[in-house]
């Protein structure tokens, strides 16, 4: 009986279940269709997610998708794509055969902006201004390096080039000065695993003689592969970019790489071919008659003179020889995507070869990528990356030289036009009576490479503990490792006219530089679902880095024979500095969506580092920002058909820039002590064990709207920013022992402003027309400084130096008129004292990107005008010719001459210049065909095929004298910017380029 009971009751919940699933089977919802863009074309890719349900997809190569949906209520799916807005479509019963047609984001409103290490929002609901730059917009033109494709493309940002040598040696600036002596870089992250961006010296000037920080050294930003890149956000400074903390008073640049989709994989073929030219020439004198030889070069120049005469050589184009070199460029990219809606995989890899415009200059670039993103369950979910880089460059020797002069400008600048010193059929070369070095066998015979390796793997781990209707809880971990060892070589060999006569001639210089970084982010993410569509998202987390650096340097002399084996030479000595650093942070966060209308955040970071005076002290990093859409309240009516979209946002925040590694420490010299042999001596600068990190503040605000129905996107923003606790070395007196101590030493202000349009009058199947216009200009001020005012960066006010006094600008260079008499019988001033008079200023009064983008059938135009106005350079290429007589304009060069050696209240430094310069950055043209016209050629294999010509620096407007305003002899230093001394000249870049998609 009880087993016949057991047997019914059993039978029941049996059929009962059946019953339940086949309700439930039956009450599935199956929808399908195809996705189109706004002008009818399949979109592949797409992703599709089902709100409040486990359900989604993609939309397959032809743009075919099909979504199952386990509820009889249905659900509501929502449709993304990258540079599309977001489309809804509420499926309630099955259906096929749906059409959804996606349009196209033109003014990027939909685009998610960062707000946190794991959070972000729409853009159209961001309080802070952050630029935006998609795979599309970086590199339309090839582009050496990932920060050389930033300049023009949006407001806030101004980007110079150190030297125009084959390799980077870019600095990259956003919203104006943030410290003194520190590096002006911004902070990178990739894939959310901070990189090291450092520029570590080569020790160039060991061979120079240059004085230190004149290396021509790249930023190591430069290894990155542009064409690895899906989109990279900047956050433009403190108010945006505090909650990264100590690290970010100099602002963050996001960046992500390229990941895989479900679907069925593709692969995107890219062949560019180029050539590389000299950008602009300087010039050279002509010598005319023998008086003019002797006035300049002595009599002893005069039988070369006759010979050239005789030779029909009277001038002889140096500078072509030197630099006219038509460098080819080959790129080769491929990036495969695929996956399941599991597991999605990208593989990426660049092939890049440049010659440099000098003969035996070049640089490559060998870059593999491999990202994998990993769906355990609905609620686990890991990204692992991986990437191996391989550059090489070659960048020969320019920038400033001492003793030997072996510069190529240097060189040239001291050589008359009439002399042939070119290499003989003999292989030797003459000897230049004006100059210690020849130039044709500086460039055939001396070496300086850069060879790095650079591994980087990154992680992500997405954990979702637990999720209902109105909340879940998320654990997020990032991080990864960024190691690269970079190996410098030079060789000065001793068959050389300039190595003859040293004593122990022959120079081989080594530099071998290993560097680890490792970062960890640890977060838990709650968001809360409360009644409508408000969210509060609370972010708590933790963040650890090491960094561990080994330099080790070898400088040899003194060789036998041409060969470089160390062991032949005389002397070895071998320099060591080793670097070790640990960071910990801690960060809270917590950000309310109110119904789309409103957002707020509220949020602090702590941090403490090795690198301070007391490494058990956290300084504190707090932010608090909000935006209001008053377009999306009921007050805004019919306005909404001009104004669809207008927003009022502002926001503060506090970030750091780190003190030096070894700031607090005394290192020690080795000295002869008495002549009792080898002991330990103090050096000129002296660490401070109660030095602290600086402190930037961040207030900005601003309006983002769009008008005329969408057509026209503004963004308009004002900041100010007040850096706290500015490092800089602070005299110490003579009885100390020694001359300087690094010190917290004042306070300084910044102020600007940002302007963006971004236009789209006309669009339609035939025709789009897509402008953008972006306008920067900011100013700082040294309001504090509790130091003796003193002269940085550059040669000295003869020519033009940096001057920090409060009350002016900390990147205004003093002359010869900024010291002692303002003018003739002025008894005010002495000859050594600052008078206040402004020579100049390193940062443009403004700068103005216009980029035009226009489609006419399957031809796309595009171009991109750089504008800088009102900034000086100190161009001491144009005063190593003027003051020898060897400049071209001879007339010119002799009153610049008379003027900047007047008597001081008359004297000028004429060699201040305006740099002001319109470059056209970017051109390219391409056509796409037409997928019925290939399919006629590949069938279905490739879905699209295009090809083009691109150009990068075809044209510069400029009144400069030199090569190009945009330079730096002292790197990434903010004192010594606009510093032009004997530079690898700039060069201009055309392709043609041919694309396949399959």
């Given at each position: 009986?009880?087993?016949?009971?057991?047997?019914?009751?059993?039978?029941t919940?049996?059929?009962?279940?059946i019953?339940?699933?086949a309700s439930?089977f039956?009450?599935?919802?199956?929808v399908?269709?195809?996705?189109l863009?706004d002008?009818?074309?399949?979109v592949?890719g797409?992703?599709?997610?089902?709100?409040?349900v486990?359900?989604?997809?993609?939309?397959?190569?032809k743009?075919?998708?099909?979504?199952r949906i386990?509820?009889?209520n249905?659900?509501t799916?929502?449709?993304n794509?990258i540079?599309?807005?977001p489309?809804e479509?509420?499926?309630?019963?099955?259906?096929?055969?749906?059409?959804v047609?996606?349009?196209?984001?033109?003014l990027?409103?939909?685009?998610?902006?960062?707000t946190?290490i794991?959070s972000?929002?729409?853009k159209?609901?961001?309080?802070t201004?952050?630029?935006v730059i998609?795979a599309k917009?970086l590199v339309p033109?090839?582009?050496q390096?990932v920060d050389?494709?930033f300049a023009?493309k949006f407001?806030g940002?101004s980007?110079?080039?150190?030297?125009?040598?084959?390799?980077g040696?870019?600095n990259?600036n956003l919203?104006g000065?943030?410290t003194l002596?520190?590096?002006?870089?911004?902070l990178?992250?990739?894939?959310?695993?901070?990189i090291n961006?450092?520029a570590f010296?080569?020790?160039s000037?060991?061979?120079?003689?240059?004085?230190?920080?004149?290396?021509?050294?790249a930023?190591?930003?430069?290894?990155?592969n542009p064409?690895?890149?899906e989109?990279i956000q900047?956050?433009k400074?403190p108010?945006?970019a505090a909650i990264?903390?100590?690290?970010?008073a100099?602002?963050?640049?996001?960046i992500?790489?390229k990941?895989?989709?479900?679907?069925?994989?593709?692969?995107?073929v890219?062949?560019?071919?180029?050539?590389?030219s000299?950008?602009?020439?300087?010039?050279?004198?002509?010598?005319?008659?023998e008086?003019?030889v002797?006035e300049?070069?002595?009599a002893g120049y005069?039988?070369?003179?006759?010979?050239?005469?005789?030779?029909?050589?009277?001038?002889?184009d140096?500078?072509?020889e030197?630099?006219g070199?038509n460098?080819?460029i080959?790129?080769?990219s491929?990036?495969l995507?695929?996956?399941?809606?599991?597991?999605?995989?990208y593989?990426g890899?660049t092939?890049r070869n440049e010659?440099?415009?000098?003969?035996?200059?070049?640089?490559?670039?060998?870059?593999?990528?491999?990202n994998?993103?990993?769906?355990?369950?609905?609620?686990?979910?890991?990204d692992a990356?991986?990437?191996y880089?391989?550059t090489n460059?070659s960048?020969?020797?320019?920038?400033?030289?001492?003793?030997n002069l072996?510069?190529?400008p240097?060189?040239w600048?001291l050589m008359p036009?009439?002399d042939?010193?070119?290499?003989?059929?003999d292989?030797?070369y003459?000897?230049?009576?004006?100059?210690?070095?020849?130039p044709?066998?500086?460039?055939?015979k001396?070496?300086n490479?850069?060879?790095?390796?650079?591994f980087m793997a990154?992680?992500?781990l997405?954990?979702k503990?637990?999720?209902?209707?109105?909340q879940?809880l998320e654990?997020?971990a990032?991080?990864g490792?960024d190691?690269?060892?970079q190996e410098?070589?030079?060789?000065?060999?001793?068959?050389?006219?300039?190595e003859a006569?040293?004593?122990t001639?022959g120079i081989?210089?080594i530099?071998?530089?290993?560097?680890?970084?490792?970062?960890?982010?640890l977060?838990?993410v709650?968001?809360?679902?409360?009644a409508?569509?408000?969210t509060i998202?609370t972010t708590v987390?933790?963040q650890?880095?090491?960094q561990?650096a080994n330099?080790?340097?070898?400088?040899?002399?003194?060789?036998?024979?041409?060969?470089?084996?160390?062991?032949q030479?005389q002397?070895?000595?071998?320099?060591?500095?080793?670097?070790?650093?640990y960071?910990q942070?801690?960060?809270?966060?917590?950000?309310?969506d109110i119904?789309d209308?409103?957002y707020?955040?509220?949020?602090v970071?702590?941090?403490?580092s090795s690198a301070?005076?007391?490494?058990n002290?956290?300084y504190?990093f707090?932010?608090?920002?909000?935006?209001i859409?008053?377009s999306?309240f009921d007050f805004w009516?019919?306005?909404?058909?001009?104004i669809p979209e207008?927003?009022?946002?502002?926001a503060?925040g506090?970030a750091g820039n780190?003190?030096p590694?070894?700031?607090?420490f005394?290192t020690?010299?080795?000295?002869?002590?008495g002549g009792?042999?080898?002991?330990?001596?103090?050096p000129g600068?002296?660490?401070?064990?109660?030095i602290?990190p600086?402190?930037a503040?961040?207030?900005?605000?601003?309006i983002?709207?769009t008008f005329?129905g969408?057509?026209i996107?503004?963004?308009?923003?004002?900041?100010?920013k007040?850096v706290?606790n500015l490092?800089?070395?602070?005299?110490?007196?003579?009885?100390?022992?020694v001359?300087f101590?690094?010190a917290n030493?004042g306070t300084?202000?910044?102020n600007?402003?940002?302007v963006?349009l971004?236009?789209?009058?006309?669009r339609?199947?035939?025709?789009?027309w897509?402008?953008?216009?972006?306008?920067?200009?900011?100013?700082?001020?040294?309001?504090e400084l509790?130091?003796q005012?003193?002269n940085?960066?550059?040669?000295?006010?003869?020519y033009?130096?940096n001057?920090?006094?409060?009350?002016f600008s900390?990147?205004m260079?003093?002359g010869r008129?900024?010291?002692?008499?303002?003018f003739?019988?002025d008894t005010a001033?002495t000859?050594?004292?600052?008078?206040?008079?402004?020579?100049g200023?390193a940062?443009?009064?403004?700068?103005i990107?216009?980029a035009n983008?226009?489609r006419i059938g399957?031809f796309n135009f595009?171009f991109?005008?750089d504008?800088r106005?009102g900034?000086?350079?100190v161009n001491l290429?144009?005063?190593?010719?003027?003051?020898?007589?060897n400049?071209?304009?001879?007339a010119?060069?002799?009153e610049r001459?008379r003027?900047?050696?007047?008597?001081?209240?008359q004297a000028r430094s004429m060699?201040?210049e305006?740099?002001?310069?319109v470059?056209?950055?970017?051109v390219?043209?391409?056509?796409?065909f037409?997928?019925?016209a290939i399919?006629?050629l590949?069938?279905?294999?490739v879905?699209y095929?295009?090809?083009?010509?691109?150009g990068?620096?075809?044209?510069?407007f400029?009144?400069?004298?030199?090569?190009?305003?945009?330079?730096?002899n002292?790197g990434n230093?903010v004192l010594?910017?606009?510093?032009?001394?004997?530079?690898?000249?700039?060069?201009r870049s055309?392709y043609?380029?041919?694309a396949?998609g399959?």
């Open positions: 009986m009880n087993k016949w009971r057991l047997s019914v009751a059993l039978s919940i049996f059929v009962c279940m019953g339940a699933f439930a039956a009450q599935e919802v199956v399908s269709g195809t996705v863009d002008r009818g074309k399949t592949a797409v992703s599709i997610k089902a709100k409040g486990t359900a989604g997809g993609f939309s397959d190569s743009g075919v998708w099909r979504v386990p509820n009889a249905g659900a799916l929502v449709f794509y540079g599309f807005k489309f479509l509420k499926a309630t019963e099955s259906k096929a055969d749906i059409v047609r996606l349009q196209e984001d033109v990027k409103t939909s685009d998610v902006v960062v946190g794991t972000g929002i729409k159209t609901n961001s309080p201004a952050v630029g998609s917009d033109a090839p582009a390096t050389q494709a023009g407001a940002i980007i110079t080039q150190n030297t125009g040598a084959p390799g040696g870019i990259v919203r000065v943030t002596t520190g590096s002006s870089q911004p990178y992250v990739i894939d959310g695993m901070i961006n450092n010296g080569n020790n000037n060991s061979i120079t003689a240059a004085g230190a920080n004149q290396d021509q050294n930023n190591r930003v430069a290894d990155i064409n690895d890149i989109d900047v956050l400074g108010s945006a990264y903390g100590a690290k970010a100099a602002g963050v640049i996001v992500t790489t990941k895989g989709s479900a679907g069925k994989f593709t692969l995107d890219s062949q560019q071919f180029g050539v590389n000299l950008l602009k020439k300087v010039g050279q004198r002509r010598f005319t008659t008086d003019e002797r300049v070069f002595g005069v039988p070369t003179w006759q010979k050239a005469v005789r030779d029909n050589l009277t001038f002889i140096h500078e072509q030197m630099y070199q460098g080819f080959s790129e080769t491929l990036g995507r695929g996956g399941s809606e599991q597991t999605q995989y593989v890899g092939f010659d440099g415009i000098v003969r035996r200059t070049g640089y490559q670039r060998t870059s593999i990528r491999t994998i993103t990993h769906n355990f369950s609905e609620n686990l979910t890991v990356g991986l990437t880089n391989r460059s960048r020969g020797f320019t920038g400033n030289a001492n003793v072996i510069s190529l240097y060189a600048s036009s009439f042939s010193v070119q290499r003989r059929p292989g030797t003459p000897i230049l009576k004006a100059n210690p070095s020849n044709y066998e500086v460039i055939d001396m070496n490479t850069e060879l790095v390796n650079r990154s992680g992500k997405n954990w503990i637990f999720k209902t209707d109105e879940k654990f997020i990032l991080g490792a190691f690269f060892h410098n070589n030079q060789n000065s060999p001793i068959n050389t006219q300039h006569p040293r004593p001639p081989v210089n530099t071998n530089v290993s560097n680890l970084n490792a970062n960890l982010f977060n838990l709650h968001e809360f679902q409360l409508g569509t408000t998202r987390g933790a650890f880095e090491n561990e330099s080790v340097n070898s400088l040899s002399q003194g060789f036998v024979t041409s060969l470089t084996s160390l062991n030479a002397t070895n000595v071998h320099a060591q500095n080793r670097l070790q650093r960071d942070g801690f960060l809270g966060q917590v950000e309310a119904n209308q409103i707020v955040s509220a949020g970071r702590a941090d403490r301070n005076g007391n490494v002290q956290y504190l707090p932010k608090a920002n909000a935006s859409r008053l999306k009516g019919d306005v909404a058909n001009a207008f927003k009022i946002r502002a503060y506090e780190p003190a590694v070894n700031a607090k005394t020690l010299i080795s000295s002869n002590i009792l042999g080898a002991g330990l001596g103090l600068t002296v660490g401070n064990p109660d602290i600086e402190r503040a961040e207030l900005e605000a601003g983002d709207a005329a969408g057509v996107g503004l963004e308009a923003t004002y900041f100010i007040t706290y490092i800089a070395n602070e005299s110490l007196p003579r009885s100390s022992g001359a101590r690094t030493i300084m202000q910044n600007g402003i940002e963006a971004n236009l789209n009058p006309v339609n199947e035939v025709i789009d897509r402008p953008r216009i972006n306008f920067f200009a900011s100013r700082a001020v040294m309001t509790r130091v005012p003193f940085s960066g550059g040669f000295g006010a003869f033009g130096t001057r920090v006094e409060r009350g900390p990147t260079f003093a008129q900024s010291f002692g008499p303002r003739m019988g001033f000859a050594s004292q600052f008078n206040g008079t402004v020579a200023d940062l443009p009064d403004f700068q990107g216009f983008d226009l399957n595009y991109l005008i504008w106005q900034q000086e350079v290429t144009q005063a190593t010719l003027d003051e020898i007589a400049a071209a304009d001879v010119a060069a002799a001459q003027i900047q050696n007047l008597p001081l209240g060699n201040i305006d740099g002001s310069f470059k056209v950055r970017e390219a043209i391409n056509y796409t037409d997928k019925s399919g006629g590949f069938g279905d294999a879905q095929l295009r090809v083009g010509f691109s990068r620096n075809l044209l510069m400029t009144n400069y004298l030199g090569y190009d305003p945009e330079v730096s002292f230093v010594g910017r606009g510093q032009d001394v004997a530079p690898f000249p700039s060069s055309v043609f380029n041919i396949l399959f």
